[in-house]
């Protein structure tokens, strides 16, 4: 049986392996020290700051206030329910 965890695991281990900086989430958690949620039961799906990093990285032509402008999907990034709240079972497509 494949869990969610072994998928996320595997995800994480390929990602750290390209370069990226991989967090857990409880060490960027709300009240911590290296806080970057905003949200104590974990909904936000996006991680506003690092958004608008790289944005700007990416966009080095664009304003600083236009990176500074929510879009209505920016200001919506919440999970409708605690991510990682309500375990699926992955389907065998059959």
Same mark, same amino acid.
């Given at each position: 049986?494949?869990?969610?965890?072994?998928?996320?695991? !595997?995800?994480?281990?390929?990602?750290?392996?390209?370069?990226?900086?991989?967090?857990?989430?409880?060490?960027?958690?709300?009240?911590?020290?290296?806080?970057?949620?905003?949200?104590?039961?974990?909904?936000?799906?996006?991680?506003?700051?690092?958004?608008?990093?790289?944005? !700007?990285?990416?966009?080095?032509?664009?304003?600083?206030?236009?990176?500074?402008?929510?879009?209505?999907?920016?200001?919506?990034?919440? *999970?409708?329910?605690? *991510?990682?709240?309500?375990?699926?079972?992955?389907?065998?497509?059959?």
């Amino acid at each position: 049986m494949i869990f969610e965890s072994h998928v996320e695991d !595997a995800a994480l281990a390929w990602l750290g392996a390209l370069g990226y900086a991989v967090l857990h989430g409880p060490d960027i958690a709300v009240g911590e020290p290296a806080a970057e949620r905003i949200d104590p039961s974990y909904r936000d799906a996006l991680l506003d700051r690092r958004l608008r990093q790289a944005l !700007a990285r990416l966009n080095p032509e664009l304003p600083p206030d236009a990176l500074r402008r929510h879009s209505p999907e920016a200001d919506t990034n919440r *999970c409708p329910v605690p *991510c990682g709240a309500q375990p699926r079972r992955a389907s065998t497509g059959g």
